[in-house]
């Protein structure tokens, strides 16, 4: 069984800035891709950002652009998300997801860390 642990959320002031973590245990488990979502209370989930585990290819969503940073650590089995000028609207819960070679959807999923941001 593969598990995904974030950690890293928090409450921040607008204009702030996060770094989420994600590291992933259990079976030995080769990921495709990576990534970041996201579920703010009363929409739905939507992506943020994922990089490919070979290469490092970074894909971002509109609104993470220029502002967030996606990122890995191969010796750790990590992934990381910055998140800088964070406004209110980035507020939701935060889910690591991983996606294995073959796959065609993101299969495994974090418990997801909250992010709140506010003044």
């Known amino acids: 069984q593969v598990q995904l642990v974030e950690s890293g959320g928090g409450l921040v002031q607008p204009g702030g800035s996060l770094r989420l973590s994600c590291v992933a245990s259990?079976?030995?488990?080769?990921?495709?891709?990576r990534a970041w979502f996201r579920q703010a209370p009363g929409k739905e989930r939507e992506f943020v950002a994922s990089?490919?585990?070979?290469?490092?290819?970074?894909t971002y969503a509109d609104s993470a652009k220029g502002r967030f940073s996606i990122s890995r650590d191969n010796t750790k089995n990590m992934v990381s998300l910055q998140m800088n000028s964070l406004i209110p609207e980035d507020t939701a819960v935060y889910y690591c997801?991983?996606?294995?070679?073959?796959?065609?959807?993101?299969?495994?999923w974090g418990q997801g860390t909250q992010v709140i941001v506010s003044s």
């Open positions: 990089i490919v585990w070979s290469g490092g290819a970074t």
């Open positions: 259990g079976r030995t488990f080769s990921a495709y891709a």
């Open positions: 997801a991983a996606r294995g070679y073959g796959d065609t959807k993101y299969s495994y």
